[in-house]
T-cell receptor
């Protein structure tokens, strides 16, 4: 069964600090991996997409990494801001049908002043 | 058209009542998805349309649930005889077929069944 496991489940950090969120997946075959940010009461918004051949991709203060051999991804947030407080969801896509998007349960990040 | 629009944002209903939600996708997107999300969990796939054709349905979509996309534009999700277990956030997303699966989500409809 395709699964996406995220850790930690929740994380509290102080403003200005860095943090790293983890995503392990068992989805096979693999098409791509996305990280989404979901603010409370809103829909998820795509941050980055990683394909099989990509190891690192940055989007501002967000840097995603992918190790397709070990089926692991991470999202590193640099110099956190209060507005980074949100749930970060890892989504792995398999080629084929639309249902082949496997969502993780998310990491709830809280940034404190 | 700046994004995916969902209405209503919140719905409170009594058990046994029927409810209907509407989703207006980004206008040029041919794919439309419905997801259900409960607190602390990622979205769960419900159903998917390509243009007006409903191509896939999850087994989560019991016979009390029905979705339509009559003209390949907006979509509706109806839940009949609501149960307390239906309480959740119902998310709609749309995408272009050739964009590597990037979904654009609406803000969702939060359903509370009392």
């Amino acid at each position: 069964k395709n699964q996406v496991e995220q850790s930690p489940q929740s994380l509290i950090i102080l403003e200005g600090k860095n943090c790293t969120l983890q995503c392990n997946y068992t989805v096979s075959p693999f098409s791509n991996l996305r990280w989404y940010k979901q603010d409370t009461g809103r829909g998820p918004v795509s941050l980055t997409i990683m394909t099989f051949s990509e190891n690192t991709k940055s989007n501002g203060r967000y840097t995603a990494t992918l190790d397709a051999d070990t089926k692991q991804s991470s999202l590193h947030i640099t110099a956190s801001q209060l507005s980074d407080s949100a749930s970060y969801i890892c989504v792995v896509s398999a080629p084929g049908s639309a249902r082949q998007l496997t969502f993780g349960s998310g990491t709830q990040l809280t940034v404190l002043p | 058209d700046t994004g995916v629009s969902q209405n209503p944002r919140h719905k409170i209903t009594k058990r046994g009542q029927n409810v209907t939600f509407r989703c207006d996708p980004i206008s040029e997107h041919n794919r439309l998805y419905w997801y259900r999300q409960t607190l602390g969990q990622g979205p769960e796939f419900l159903t998917y349309f390509q243009n007006e054709a409903q191509l896939e349905k999850s087994r989560l979509l019991s016979d009390r649930f029905s979705a339509e996309r009559p003209k390949g534009s907006f979509s509706t999700l109806e839940i009949q005889r609501t149960e307390q277990g239906d309480s959740a956030m119902y998310l709609c997303a749309s995408s272009l077929e050739d964009r590597g699966g990037k979904l654009f989500f609406g803000s969702g409809t939060q359903l509370s069944v009392l």
